[in-house]
């Protein structure tokens, strides 16, 4: 993380990419969305540079002159947890389940959409900065039961669905920040609850409903239309 004038801070994310146009195209898109992108010029040193540029996250192509991303995977890894995102033209399973079992975070086929790479970075980037310890979290008088799957306000509780408990989550683990809708379909689909736009606001409706009979304000969850939801 990077701090800047001001106090304002960025994640760092570092990219390994051999591809001049896509890197460059990337660290511009990375930038336009809040963080702060640092590429890679040398790839027979790359995982000793990415790790000493301390990244949040590091964003590595599979197919790179002199070496490859397993290989760097691996050098990673075996030195540090940060988070890492496997980018890739190839759409052989072999190597997705090999990146995997080197330790990525996550395996993105090219041409990938910029909006749902972006919200993978920023969803592999909070899970490793909130931790497992979240697993009982209270906001504004709301509580989330993670373990036991419930939400409770007042003396009232309501179990939750599947999906209704994991947008929750999402939610009150961010307090104050619009998180997307895409972000949120990210997070459901890597955790193998396939969702899409339209799911997203049925199950977003029903979580709203429940909240309401169990009186919790209608401004506890907050629709910021164009751009997500927060609480």
């Given at each position: 993380?990077?701090?800047?004038?001001?106090?304002?801070?960025?994640?760092?994310?570092?990219?390994?990419?051999?591809?001049?146009?896509?890197?460059?195209?990337?660290?511009?898109?990375?930038?336009?969305?809040?963080?702060?992108?640092?590429?890679?010029?040398?790839?027979?040193?790359?995982?000793?540079?990415?790790?000493?540029?301390?990244?949040?996250?590091?964003?590595?192509?599979?197919?790179?002159?002199?070496?490859?991303?397993?290989?760097i995977?691996?050098?990673?890894?075996?030195?540090?947890?940060?988070?890492?995102?496997?980018?890739?033209?190839?759409n052989?399973?072999?190597?997705?389940?090999?990146?995997?079992?080197?330790?990525?975070?996550?395996?993105?086929?090219?041409?990938?959409?910029?909006?749902?790479?972006?919200?993978?970075?920023?969803?592999?980037?909070?899970?490793?900065?909130?931790?497992?310890d979240d697993?009982?979290?209270?906001?504004?008088?709301?509580?989330?039961?993670?373990?036991?799957?419930?939400v409770?306000y007042?003396?009232?509780?309501?179990?939750?669905?599947?999906?209704?408990?994991?947008?929750?989550?999402?939610?009150?683990?961010?307090?104050?920040i619009v998180?997307?809708?895409?972000?949120?379909?990210?997070d459901?689909?890597?955790?193998?609850?396939?969702?899409?736009?339209?799911?997203?606001?049925?199950?977003?409706?029903?979580?709203?409903?429940?909240?309401s009979?169990?009186?919790?304000?209608?401004?506890?969850?907050?629709?910021?239309?164009?751009?997500?939801?927060?609480?």
């Amino acid at each position: 993380m990077r701090t800047f004038e001001g106090g304002n801070v960025a994640y760092l994310i570092y990219i390994i990419e051999d591809d001049d146009a896509l890197r460059n195209e990337l660290a511009h898109l990375l930038e336009l969305s809040g963080f702060s992108a640092v590429v890679c010029t040398r790839f027979d040193t790359a995982a000793a540079d990415a790790l000493a540029a301390n990244a949040d996250c590091i964003v590595v192509d599979l197919k790179l002159p002199g070496t490859d991303g397993h290989t760097i995977c691996r050098d990673i890894r075996s030195r540090s947890s940060v988070p890492i995102i496997m980018l890739t033209s190839s759409n052989s399973e072999f190597d997705e389940v090999m990146s995997m079992n080197l330790g990525a975070d996550d395996y993105v086929t090219k041409p990938y959409s910029p909006a749902v790479l972006i919200a993978r970075i920023q969803s592999i980037i909070r899970r490793s900065s909130t931790g497992h310890d979240d697993l009982r979290i209270e906001r504004k008088g709301v509580v989330l039961d993670i373990g036991a799957g419930t939400v409770a306000y007042e003396g009232g509780t309501a179990e939750l669905t599947r999906n209704e408990l994991k947008i929750l989550h999402i939610l009150m683990r961010n307090p104050g920040i619009v998180i997307t809708r895409t972000e949120i379909m990210c997070d459901l689909w890597e955790s193998d609850a396939f969702i899409d736009d339209n799911t997203l606001t049925v199950n977003v409706n029903r979580l709203r409903k429940t909240l309401s009979k169990l009186g919790v304000p209608d401004d506890f969850l907050i629709t910021r239309r164009g751009q997500g939801y927060m609480v």
